[in-house]
């Protein structure tokens, strides 16, 4: 029973935490993006993803640094008290929260490793200065695709070497290596086991958002910019899939979200660069007071947590 009512309160606990603030973040996302589109892509993508991905952090770190400690150090084993229904409910929700993610997550990497297994069969290498593996594929497979988590390579179709010029394929490489160099397939493989209802526009938010980041950092000057516009132009016209989920392929995204992008290279020299440039001492001293804070306080707030638990079994 002892070990029963711990992992009944540890998931009424995450759900309700996870619950809380996904719904905080439906409510607020747009008005904070709102509020940072003046900054840089690279600053943006990192927003929105740091906002989709809190409730998932948040309730994990509080599910299992507090409420499991404080369930174990201070709750009597010898006692014998029943479960009322509100936790027994609110545990089969977040049971059913934490299934639902790894299912979703599961039969993405499922999907994308058949897709990869098939189309690696199908492909031979090409000499390329990137810094990943580049292969060449043919058939009807989108034109340029960074895929693979520990092992990346790119995918590059015979079409895509058919139409692109030397620099704009360069660009485009360079795009895809912003990609690998950014682990966004590894936090599309995140997001899926965040999953929530109704974030679907956050994640497409931040599916744009990490593209025009890619970009930046393919291009370097104006040049660069109208070649990688150029590539962008020309690929949008070859028929390709639908990408697979746990890839990043350069031109699979709405029509006026590729519109957006080419504007935005063909108007390089306009680009924001504002927002935060790097860590600054004053804010790791400021992360490792809040770390010494949160340790000094630890104790004292297990024994809050543990009294908040009673209350929720009551």
């Known amino acids: 029973m002892f070990a029963l009512r711990g992992i009944a309160i540890s998931l ?12 905080l973040v439906l409510l607020t996302w747009r008005t904070i993006y709102g509020r940072c589109r ?19 952090v948040a309730s994990v770190l509080v599910t299992a640094g507090l409420t499991v400690p404080s369930f174990l150090l201070l709750e009597p084993r010898s006692l014998d008290e029943p479960l009322s229904a509100g ?9 059913g929260l934490m299934m639902m993610g790894v299912l979703k997550a599961g039969k ?15 492909s ?16 009807d497979a989108p ?10 390579k790119v995918f590059l179709s015979e079409a895509a070497q058919a139409v692109l010029s030397a620099d704009e394929l360069g660009r485009a490489l360079d795009h895809e290596l912003a990609h690998v160099r950014r682990w966004d397939n590894l936090k599309k493989l995140l997001l899926c086991l965040a999953a929530f ?19 930046d950092a393919a291009v370097s000057n104006s040049a660069e910019a109208l070649d990688l516009a150029a590539a962008l132009l020309k690929l949008s016209n070859l028929a390709s899939n639908r990408p697979v989920g746990l890839t990043a392929t350069l031109v699979y995204c709405p029509v006026s979200a590729l519109n957006a992008r080419v504007e935005r290279l063909l108007a390089r020299a306009e680009y924001p660069q504002s927002g935060p440039k790097s860590v600054s001492w004053p804010r ?23 009294a908040a638990t009673e209350w929720l079994i009551r």
């Open 12 to 23: 009424s606990v995450f759900a309700i935490i996870y619950s809380a603030i996904s719904l």
């Open 38 to 56: 003046g900054y840089a892509a690279k600053w943006n993508a990192d927003l929105l993803f740091a906002m989709r991905i809190a409730p998932l």
């Open 87 to 95: 936790p027994v409910l609110l545990g089969f929700c977040g049971a």
């Open 108 to 122: 993405a990497l499922s999907k994308a490793s058949r897709t990869i297994r098939l189309w690696s069969n199908e």
């Open 124 to 139: 031979r290498p090409i000499q390329s200065s990137v810094g990943v593996p580049v292969v060449s594929i043919s058939g």
């Open 143 to 152: 034109p340029v695709t960074a895929a693979g988590i520990v092992n990346p």
């Open 197 to 215: 209802p109704v974030m679907r526009d956050l994640e497409q938010a931040w599916l744009e958002a990490s593209e025009m980041a890619a970009d």
């Open 284 to 306: 790791i001293g400021a992360a490792a007071a809040t770390l010494g804070a949160f340790a000094f306080a630890y104790t004292p707030l297990l024994i809050r947590v543990h």
